[in-house]
């Protein structure tokens, strides 16, 4: 059960909404988030609304059966949009495009792939400054000062930045130089990072786990609202199946059934779901007609010279392409009404 407070409840009208709750056995959490006040119930048994409906104070109240109750559809009469600013926003009919490196390199790479960008109106940029990579003496990214050369760069240019956050004492030191904090399949279930990601009023994006389930993706995103955070995306980017054919298996599946559980918008990630280049833009363009909000993709000006995820990194002339097709497949995707 969720309960929507009024914005001018006052403090004695929620306390007797918890003592009307507490009297008929309903565990209760008030959550303050960044664009509205809560109460979470979760009943034991079958109760009948009046019994609180009719309190002052309360706005609207749900019956939300799902354990993620907040990141469920079941309750929101709207998707949910991520507005960055500068014109920008996320869940729309408009596709949302995230492009760049797999890592930041140098500052002469960032001012390429900007110049990239621009010509293209893509206004979100991705590239990795803190690096999760498999072996320990693989290149593990440029660190703090990388991020801050990145986000200078793209800010001068209207261009928003998603990068990844890998532990809790980094969250701090990223907040001004970030516009979305990506989570990535290793940290999924990293309930620390993701209660203080909560506490932040930036947006967060959260890849599923490696081998991780449908559910447990909605799980991670439970823990974030309820830690206080509302702007979440959730992003498909390949499991860990028996198949060795491509680097993961791209579970397009998972998109229309997102979609269809929660409210939050959702990213395909074709590059580390196929992790092969040349099937980088169908899988893009199979994850959009599928309903994705966003996709989320690497680019890489000389992929055979990058310090990572080379193989699965697209030459600008065919993201280039891409970025039209899939502007193309949106407007399809929403004709038919699969977004």
């Known amino acids: 059960m969720i309960i929507q407070l009024k914005k001018n409840i006052t403090l004695k009208q929620k306390e007797k909404?918890?003592?009307q709750l507490e009297k008929i056995s309903i565990p209760a959490r008030?959550?303050?988030?960044?664009f509205k006040e809560y109460i979470v119930g979760i009943p034991k048994t079958e109760f009948d609304l009046r019994q609180i409906g009719n309190l002052p104070g309360i706005d609207d109240i749900h019956r939300v059966s799902d354990s993620y109750k907040m990141v469920s559809k079941k309750w929101?009469?709207?998707n949910t949009v991520i507005d960055l600013g500068g014109n920008i926003r996320i869940g729309t009919d408009e596709l949302a495009i995230m492009s760049g490196?797999?890592?930041?390199?140098s500052e002469s790479q960032i001012e390429s792939i900007v110049e990239h960008l621009l010509k293209n109106n893509v206004r979100i940029m991705r590239g990795g400054v803190y690096k999760p990579r498999s072996s320990p003496y693989s290149f593990r990214g440029l660190g703090i000062e990388g991020l801050k050369l990145f986000y200078k760069h793209c800010s001068q240019n209207g261009i928003k930045v998603?990068?990844?956050v890998m532990q809790v004492s980094q969250v701090e030191k990223m907040l001004d130089f970030v516009d979305i904090f990506q989570v990535g399949a290793r940290n999924s279930q990293n309930f620390n990072l993701l209660d203080v990601l909560g506490q932040v009023d930036k947006p967060v994006m959260i890849k599923r786990g490696i081998s991780g389930?449908?559910?447990?993706?909605?799980?991670?995103?439970?823990?974030?609202f309820s830690s206080g955070n509302e702007k979440i995306l959730l992003c498909e980017r390949g499991i860990r199946t028996f198949e060795k054919a491509t680097r993961n298996t791209l579970d397009l599946s998972a998109i229309p059934v997102l979609k269809e559980k929660t409210h939050l918008p959702v990213i395909v990630d074709p590059s580390h779901g196929v992790g092969i280049r040349k099937h980088v833009p169908q899988m893009a363009l199979a994850g959009v007609i599928s309903g994705a909000d966003g996709v989320i993709m690497e680019i890489h000006e000389t992929p055979e010279k990058a310090f990572s995820d080379g193989q699965q990194s697209l030459?600008?002339?065919q993201a280039t392409k891409l970025y039209d097709e899939l502007r193309e497949i949106k407007l399809l995707s929403n004709r038919f009404g699969y977004s």
Do not use: F
């Not at 008030?30 to 960044?34: G, I």
């Not at 389930?213 to 974030?224: G, H, K, M, P």
């Open 315 to 317: 030459y600008y002339e």
């Open 101 to 105: 490196p797999c890592a930041i390199e």
């Open 17 to 19: 909404i918890l003592n």
């Open 30 to 34: 008030p959550l303050q988030t960044n």
């Open 76 to 78: 929101k009469l709207h």
């Open 162 to 164: 998603i990068t990844e």
């Open 213 to 224: 389930t449908i559910d447990e993706l909605l799980y991670s995103a439970e823990y974030v």
